[in-house]
């Protein structure tokens, strides 16, 4: 287990107001000196020659030229925010309502919120900020961890500008679940994967992928489970129990998510619902840590690099 994790897990802390965080990022320029500090902590480093004296142009607040090379680099350039069209404040409000609402935001609702012109500009906002929902060098889970299957109800009519709730033609999609159990009952960091099926292998694959050699793996009595390597292996079946007392995390997990998928986004897209089961993991592993959700959330954004509109709808440009 990391340090980070040790420290900062249970240490609860309270988001700023909307106008707090308001008086914190007043304009584009102060936006623009967060992620320039974010960015080039120890001071500007030109990507071009390496080059570490530069200064910040006057006309352009968000932009730096190399005295060396005179390359003019944007503090935004290589990031999610790339060549956007949107004033950074955009950015970071959205970065601040997504990062405190408590079971999601919808295109629409941002759209609204921040009177941004187009449903299309809104949902390709809220997708950016999604795609740096997950950290690539996140900690598997340890200890103990509850392991469960079950499936959930999605919408086939994936157009991504449609607003319409058209629910005539649904499916079904499996999902798997892991939730860190902790002393005294609370439950800890969780992950979330679509899984193609039900198979010794699928199920025993994503215990593989989402904890650490040496965990203790509680599950029902389901026969995909038994020789799993590495994992100390308890199933739980007492006669006629009901499951959700047996492994009481994992089905409140599916629950919520259950929930979630019918309440706030009218049923989930198939596309997307990897994205959907992203966010709703990195809400519940931070939900009472609003720091490092918006920090999260901007650092990502910042590694990521620019995707554009076609790259998440799934075309070729
Ligand atoms: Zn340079």
Not at 79 to 97: C, E, G, I
Not at 253 to 258: D, E, G, H, S, T
């Amino acid at each position: 287990m990391s340090s980070r994790h040790q420290t900062n897990r249970w240490k609860y802390d309270r988001p700023p107001s909307l106008q707090q965080f308001m008086a914190t990022f007043p304009d584009d320029a102060a936006c623009a000196e967060w992620l320039a500090h974010r960015r080039w902590p120890d001071g500007f480093v030109c990507p071009a020659c390496s080059g570490l004296k530069g200064w910040k142009l006057e006309a352009k607040p968000w932009t730096w030229e190399c005295a060396g090379c005179g390359r003019q680099t944007s503090t935004t350039a290589g990031t999610m925010m790339h060549r956007t069209h949107l004033p950074l404040r955009t950015w970071f409000l959205a970065a601040h309502l997504v990062a405190t609402h408590s079971n999601g935001i919808s295109a629409l609702q941002l759209q609204a919120k921040l009177g941004i012109g187009s449903y299309k500009t809104a949902w390709l906002l809220l997708h950016k900020l999604r795609k740096a929902m997950v950290d690539p060098e996140r900690d598997p889970l340890e200890g103990m961890v509850e392991v469960d299957e079950s499936s959930i109800v999605y919408r086939t009519k994936d157009d991504p500008v449609a607003g319409g709730q058209g629910r005539s033609a649904e499916g079904k999609i499996l999902i798997a679940a892991a939730v860190e159990t902790m002393s005294g009952g609370r439950a800890g960091r969780i992950r979330l994967t679509t899984i193609k099926d039900y198979s010794a292998a699928t199920l025993q694959r994503f215990v593989a992928d989402n904890t650490v050699d040496g965990s203790t793996i509680l599950t029902d009595g389901f026969s995909a489970y038994p020789g799993m390597r590495n994992r100390n292996h308890v199933p739980r079946v007492v006669g006629a129990m009901a499951a959700h007392a047996l492994l009481p995390w994992v089905h409140r997990v599916f629950a919520n998510l259950k929930r979630l998928a019918l309440g706030v986004y009218h049923g989930f897209r198939r596309k997307h619902i990897q994205a959907y089961l992203d966010e709703f993991v990195f809400r519940w592993n931070r939900r009472r840590h609003y720091r490092s959700a918006f920090d999260m959330l901007m650092g990502i954004g910042l590694r990521t690099g620019p995707c554009q509109y076609n790259d998440l709808i799934g075309k070729a440009a």
